[in-house]
T-cell receptor, first 114, second 111 residues
Framework: QQQVKQSPQSLIVQKGGISIINCAYE??????FPWYQQFPGKGPALLIA?????SEKKEGRFTISFNKSAKQFSLHIMDSQPGDSATYFC?????????????FGQGTELSVKP | NAGVTQTPKFQVLKTGQSMTLQCAQD?????MSWYRQDPGMGLRLIHY???????DQGEVPNGYNVSRSTTEDFPLRLLSAAPSQTSVYFC??????????FGSGTRLTVV
């Protein structure tokens, strides 16, 4: 059972364009939704995260949009750059004493063409 | 401040051999986890721990054992390696279940 479903599997965007990656989750107990960025040969690195009490969070060119009723959240990368080419993972978990299980989506391979 | 350190970086095992993947963190994080990464499958949780002496199973625990005797260390043991365990393994740690920091990974091949 895939608790976090991510799409698309791969994405090609022109430089300066907007990259959009979507995720859906099943467990309504999840209360922490991060996005991770991974370059080849490296471990994933936290990019941005959101809690369900807000609908949007922006950090620089990266924005998370969160829809609690639809159990969906998405990552928007504005003004995409070739250096953004990487694999992106969404994830979900419960924090605090009920937490510990960070569950990932399948990943999206983003390629930004110059 | 080294963060999360995984050793070894590469390993080749024969089917049936056992080995331990080491993971250590120096950030005094209570939460630690092990993941495996396979093409098209994302990162799948193997085992996790919310503190010394406390461990629990993740999504794909079969064939793996863990223990957590100290806050700093969380080793992953393969008791009898199988080709299906060929993967890249990542260890991660977190203060309270958010902002996990990942190690650089161990690439394991079982032949």
């Amino acid at each position: 059972q895939q608790q976090v479903k991510q799409s698309p599997q791969s994405l090609i965007v022109q430089k300066g364009g907007i990259s959009i990656i979507n995720c859906a989750y099943e467990n309504t107990a999840f209360d922490y939704f991060p996005w991770y960025q991974q370059f080849p040969g490296k471990g994933p690195a936290l990019l941005i995260a959101i809690r369900p009490d807000v609908s949007e969070k922006k950090e620089g060119r990266f924005t998370i949009s969160f829809n609690k009723s639809a159990k969906q959240f998405s990552l928007h990368i504005m003004d995409s750059q070739p250096g953004d080419s990487a694999t992106y993972f969404c994830a979900a978990s419960r924090v605090g004493n009920q937490g510990g299980k960070l569950i990932f989506g399948q990943g999206t391979e983003l390629s930004v063409k110059p | 401040n080294a963060g999360v350190t995984q050793t070894p970086k590469f390993q080749v095992l024969k089917t049936g051999q056992s080995m331990t993947l080491q993971c250590a963190q120096d950030m005094n994080h209570e939460y630690m986890s092990w993941y495996r990464q396979d093409p098209g499958m994302g990162l799948r949780l193997i085992h996790y721990s919310v503190g010394a002496g406390i461990t629990d199973q993740g999504e794909v625990p079969n064939g793996y054992n863990v223990s957590r005797s100290t806050t700093e260390d969380f080793p992953l043991r393969l008791l009898s390696a199988a080709p299906s365990q060929t993967s890249v393994y990542f260890c991660a740690s977190s203060y309270f279940g958010t902002a996990y920091t990942f190690g650089s990974g161990t690439r394991l091949t079982v032949v």
